[in-house]
């Protein structure tokens, strides 16, 4: 890695997600309307690096396209699963369906979705559920 690339990369790290706009909107305009500032730092990183080294090279382009499409979550969980946890002293169970996830007798059409209504505020579903670890 070259100074001004891994100059570059340090910074971000240290940035917050304000800071991180700013830069993305001084390098390649309008910043992707992402909240989360560690996928921002990583897309960032990213595309400064891959500016400077390349990007992903003819092998690993036909790689991914030939990995087929990005399944929805819940997909591979399989219809009818049931994913239970514990929130604030109570368990809630979401069941997945064909057309999305139940909870309460409400369908809601991501598990992130789901999540954010069960907590009243904004969640990762499959974070919320225990599903990923980060």
Request: proline letters at 4%; aromatic letters at 8%.
């Amino acid at each position: 890695m070259t100074a001004d690339v891994e100059n570059a990369v340090t910074k971000i790290a240290e940035m917050d997600l304000e800071a991180l706009r700013t830069t993305w909107r001084s390098r390649y305009g309008a910043p992707p309307m992402l909240r989360s500032t560690l996928l921002m730092r990583q897309l960032l990183g990213w595309r400064i690096q891959s500016e400077a080294f390349g990007g992903l090279n003819t092998e690993i382009r036909k790689t991914l396209a030939r990995s087929g499409s990005v399944q929805p979550e819940g997909k591979h969980l399989g219809i009818g699963a049931r994913l239970t946890r514990h929130w604030k002293g109570r368990e809630v169970t979401v069941v997945v369906e064909e057309t999305g996830f139940r909870w309460k007798g409400e369908m809601f059409p991501s598990l992130s979705a789901a999540a954010t209504a069960i907590a009243g505020s904004r969640w990762n579903g499959p974070r919320f559920f225990g599903l990923r670890e980060s």
